[in-house]
């Protein structure tokens, strides 16, 4: 999660209200996105188009709360096991030339309180505000929870 105190906090609008992320313009390929939680379960996930987002999604959760949870959305690879401990990598970054927003190779997406404590650096400044205008799809953003896209 290191990797995460070099990030942009965003701030999009989106059907259901404001939302924040911190962004990444670019990382270098195979650098490891690891996990913040032990024990930690990871759904990997196409991104269902239309959507501001492109690539797939690492959702992950702590099986002991599932109140704990966050998503590594954009340009990746995964593993092939969904079963992650703390510090070890959950996706490298990828140069596939997926984007969210047009820019961004990466977001992180947590809710806000979860970005707060792990990242208070990033709360120092006002967020950038992006805009997506195209269409969106209808339903969940992510679609077929077994999607692998290892490296």
Request: proline content about 9%.
């Amino acid at each position: 999660m290191q990797v995460c105190e070099q990030g942009e906090l965003i701030s999009w609008k989106n059907t259901q209200g404001t939302v924040l992320y911190i962004a990444f313009k670019q990382l270098a390929p195979r650098t490891p996105l690891t996990s913040i939680l032990d024990g930690e379960r990871t759904i990997i996930s196409r991104i269902r188009t239309p959507s501001p987002f492109q690539g797939c999604a690492a959702i992950s959760f702590s099986p002991k709360d599932h109140n704990i949870s966050y998503t590594f959305i954009g340009d990746i690879d995964v593993p092939d096991d969904p079963a992650v401990r703390k510090g070890q990598p959950i996706a490298w970054a990828a140069d596939t030339g997926a984007r969210a927003f047009g820019t961004y190779a990466l977001v992180f997406a947590a809710d806000e309180e979860v970005l707060r404590r792990l990242f208070p650096a990033a709360f120092s400044k006002q967020p950038t505000r992006v805009s997506y205008e195209g269409p969106q799809a209808s339903g969940p953003l992510i679609t077929n929870p077994n999607y692998r896209n290892s490296p």
